[in-house]
């Protein structure tokens, strides 16, 4: 044994099992009165906290800011001035599960979608590698891509935006009433 204070590089199916465990502590927080939960093994430690819990916060730092910023205009609306665009919600597929997200069937192959295309319900937008599996990750939105969120190859958390939407205009006779999932539709297939 060295007095190397430098840990050996971590194992893939290690990710793996982290990746899993986290994902059942936030479904754990989820279904739980609790806003926060605070785990701790080892010398590794984790900190997961419901939006809600959150909250206090942000509305503490927005009365901070000036009164000016914050006085509504005459139709009873924050001046637009003063919005982040980043914070106005824009329709996303999201991934239904953590992983490694992969943008294109194989490596120096054309993208499932890019920015500008279109996506059509049921399409497949990417895969993503969990436990060895790759799954299909399809879109429960139809409409322009604005954006691919994530990197290929990069690691994606469930619920992740990975594609933003500019949804098709639906014709004002037709029932939107069809449910869609809310984190897209996945399909797995083993890996070879």
């Known amino acids: 044994m060295t007095d190397d204070a430098t840990p050996?590089?971590?194992?893939?199916?290690?990710?793996?099992e982290l990746l899993g465990l986290i994902d059942r502590?936030?479904?754990?927080?989820?279904?739980?009165?609790l806003t926060e939960l605070e785990v701790e093994s080892g010398g590794t430690g984790l900190v997961l906290r419901k939006p809600s819990a959150l909250a206090p916060?942000?509305?503490?730092?927005?009365?901070?800011?000036?009164?000016?910023?914050?006085?509504?205009?005459?139709?009873?609306?924050?001046?637009?001035?003063?919005?982040d665009p980043a914070a106005v919600a824009k329709p996303s597929v999201k991934a239904p599960l953590t992983g490694i997200f992969y943008a294109s069937p194989a490596p120096g192959s054309a993208p499932y979608v890019t920015a500008g295309g279109e996506v059509a319900v049921g399409q497949i937008?990417?895969?993503?590698?969990?436990?060895?599996?790759?799954?299909?990750i399809k879109s429960d939105l139809?409409?322009?891509?604005?954006?691919?969120?994530?990197?290929?190859?990069?690691?994606?958390k469930a619920k992740q935006p990975?594609?933003?939407?500019?949804?098709?205009?639906t014709h004002p006779t037709r029932s939107s009433a069809t449910p869609t999932s809310p984190g897209g539709a996945a399909t797995c297939r083993r890996r070879s």
């Open 8 to 16: 050996d590089p971590p194992r893939a199916e290690d990710d793996v």
């Open 125 to 136: 937008i990417g895969l993503i590698e969990a436990m060895k599996l790759f799954n299909e």
């Open 25 to 33: 502590l936030a479904a754990l927080l989820d279904r739980s009165d």
């Open 162 to 169: 990975l594609i933003e939407v500019e949804p098709q205009r």
């Open 142 to 156: 139809a409409g322009r891509v604005v954006r691919v969120v994530p990197e290929s190859g990069t690691l994606v």
């Open 57 to 83: 916060v942000a509305m503490a730092a927005a009365a901070a800011g000036s009164a000016t910023d914050a006085a509504p205009t005459a139709t009873g609306e924050p001046p637009a001035a003063g919005r």
